[in-house]
């Protein structure tokens, strides 16, 4: 499966910016997905997964009541809605697949499959 991010840039403090991940192949329903960031200097780290049907949402707790991670399997996709940004969310953030589970995780390692990146830069 390919994935493609799309939606980073420069918002101030407060603002709310909204990432898009569109996935190739027919098995999309069948993956987990997440989102993932990383800042400079620092390791990546999870930010947000969604269960195959979208019923069942993890979070971060640096991003909880923040951000909110949805999917649309019909059209392969899957979105994270960023509020109330903080400098602090600054990094870049990668959408990524686990084909292999169902379980919702926040380790990188059960994730096989990975976006690009898209930058989202939060000024103060």
């Known amino acids: 499966v390919q994935l493609q991010a799309s939606g980073g840039g420069l918002v101030q403090a407060g603002g709310s910016l909204r990432l898009s991940c569109a996935a190739s192949?027919?098995?999309?329903?069948?993956?987990?997905m997440g989102w993932f960031r990383q800042a400079p200097g620092k390791e990546r780290e999870f930010v947000a997964a969604?269960?195959?049907?979208?019923?069942?949402?993890y979070y971060a707790d640096s991003v909880k009541g923040r951000f909110t991670i949805s999917r649309d399997n019909a059209k392969n996709t899957v979105s994270l809605q960023m509020n109330s940004l903080k400098p602090e969310d600054t990094a870049v953030y990668y959408c990524?697949?686990?084909?292999?589970?169902?379980?919702?995780?926040?380790?990188?390692?059960?994730?096989?499959?990975w976006g690009q990146g898209t930058q989202v830069t939060v000024s103060s």
């Open positions: 192949g027919r098995t999309f329903s069948r993956y987990v």
């Open positions: 990524a697949a686990d084909s292999r589970s169902s379980s919702l995780s926040s380790s990188p390692a059960h994730y096989d499959y």
């Open positions: 969604i269960s195959w049907s979208g019923g069942n949402t």
